[in-house]
């Protein structure tokens, strides 16, 4: 009995959507006759080819794929990498690994990629230092950057600067991250770098300046569209906690 009615419950979900999105009526037709097998087929020929042009749709259906195969993304980087060498294809894999804590295996697949004129280019200079901080080599990623800045003096990143700026942070070159976090908080598209220097004043006892930075952060959120305020939903929310009074006893 549950699966009958399962299968009723799916076919008059596909027909309600036949409807509502107002394809061909003759798709209720092929689900009505083939229970289940019809609605599995509209979904795939109808359905799933709108979801892929969706963006909001694409991202859900990558954090599912992501989570019931949580390696597929490093797989198929390395299949690229294999298939064809080169510093795109490096990096990819590098910033997969790092993602899944692979931080060994994504600083020797870079520093395989500095080679000969790709030595110090700026794609893998950063994968490289993303997985040094992944690792915690905080010194390792300042020389990496370093090397970047020096040798392509017209390549601009701001999340490299931000990487550039907790990797001092976490060196305890508190004065140096924070001017790297100031001129960061002038041009750095989200929440994240203001927070991040609003919190490096806080822990630093620089309290009046640090609630002034939280307060532009939580102003400039509401003015912001929908849009923003969903895309940074993690940093306005904790400069709320941050900023927010200690409770009382």
């Known amino acids: ?18 409807l509502r999105t107002g394809r061909d009526l003759r798709w209720i037709m092929l689900i009505v006759f083939l229970p289940t097998i019809g609605a599995a087929i509209y979904f795939v020929m109808e ?19 992501d989570t019931v195969d949580p390696h597929r993304r490093v797989r198929e ?12 294809t490096a990096s990819r894999l590098a910033d997969e690994l790092t993602a899944a804590g692979r931080y060994d295996e994504a600083m020797r ?80 598209p989200g929440a994240e770098a203001r927070v991040r220097y609003a919190m490096l004043h806080k822990k630093l006892g620089n309290t009046e300046r640090a609630g002034a930075l939280f307060a532009e952060v939580l102003k400039d959120a509401r003015l912001a569209p929908k849009h923003f305020r969903k895309s940074q939903r993690e940093w306005i929310d904790l400069a709320k906690r941050e900023s927010a009074p200690p409770a009382t006893q």
């Not at 009615?5 to 027909?15: G, K, M, R, W």
Request: charged share 25%; glycine share 4%.
């Open 47 to 65: 359905v799933l080819p709108s979801l892929n042009q969706n963006m909001t749709a694409r991202r859900a259906l990558r954090r599912v794929r």
């Open 77 to 88: 980087g390395a299949l690229d990498y294999e298939r064809n060498r080169s510093v795109d």
């Open 1 to 18: 009995m549950p699966l009958v009615v399962l299968s009723t419950v799916i076919t008059a979900l596909a027909i309600i959507h036949v």
């Open 109 to 188: 697949i870079c520093n395989e990629a500095r080679t000969g004129l790709f030595e110090d280019d700026p794609k893998i200079l950063l994968s490289l230092a993303r997985a040094e901080f992944g690792a915690g080599l905080y010194a390792n990623v300042i020389a990496t950057l370093d090397t970047l800045r020096e040798k392509n003096p017209s390549f601009r990143s701001p999340d490299g600067h931000l990487l550039y700026a907790r990797a001092l942070e976490e060196s305890n070159a508190t004065d140096r991250a924070l001017e790297e976090y100031e001129a960061l908080a002038r041009y750095y």
